[in-house]
Structure formats: C-alpha cells, structure tokens
Nanobody
Framework: QVQLVESGGGLVQPGGSLRLSCAAS????????MSWYRQAPGKERELVAA????????NYADSVKGRFTISRDNAKNTVYLQMNSLKPEDTAVYYC????????????WGQGTQVTVSS
C-alpha cells in the first residue's frame, strides 16, 4: 500500500521558515521523482520543487527560487522542503508527489499539509 504522509505545516509570520517532510512507503522511493506542489484557495495546483531520482537534480518554480530547498534522504524514504523567507503568497496546501520517471502516469499524492503565512 502506497503512502505519502506530509508533516511540518503550520502558521508562520512573514519572513519566517518552515520545514515540510514527506515520509513515503509502499514503493521504491529512490526510483521516483519526488516533488512538492501547492494549491492556494481559488487557484490551480502548481509545482513548487522537484528532485529527480538519479543525479540529485532539482528544479524550482520561479516564485520560490532562492527561498525554498528540496532535498531527499533515500535511506529514510523521505523528502523535505525547507522554506525560508516566507511570504503571505506562499499560503497554500502543500502536497507531496511521487512519479515514476519512465512511466509518469504512475503517480502518487499525499493528503496535503496547510501552510499559512500571516502576521
């Protein structure tokens, strides 16, 4: 049974930091591209950051470059999203995603974790 369980969301003031975690099970984690998406109220879900399964390459949405860092620990089957210098526009539900690089229709989602940036 595949599971992606996010944690680490919450309420933070502008300029603050949060670290999201996503613990995976039920598939071969190291073989999958791991990504973070987010969805704000009234908006479409968007890709925030991704970490490839081979080579450790990462890519980011322009809106978070220089502020967010995605990392993965294949030994712990966990992917992280370090979010610094948070802005109110970062407020959203953040979702962990896994997809197979060769068969991208094989895709799994977590349940999401709320991040609210507000003073």
């Amino acid at each position: 049974q595949v599971q992606l369980v996010e944690s680490g969301g919450g309420l933070v003031q502008p300029g603050g930091s949060l670290r999201l975690s996503c613990a995976a099970s039920g598939f071969t984690f190291s073989n999958y591209v791991m990504s973070w998406y987010r969805q704000a109220p009234g908006k479409e879900r968007e890709l925030v950051a991704a970490s490839t399964s081979v080579g450790g390459n990462t890519n980011y949405a322009d809106s978070v470059k220089g502020r967010f860092t995605i990392s993965r620990d294949n030994a712990k089957n966990t992917v992280y999203l370090q979010m610094n210098s948070l802005k109110p526009e970062d407020t959203a539900v953040y979702y962990c995603n896994a997809h197979h690089p060769v068969f991208p229709t094989i895709r799994y989602w977590g349940q999401g974790t709320q991040v609210t940036v507000s003073s």
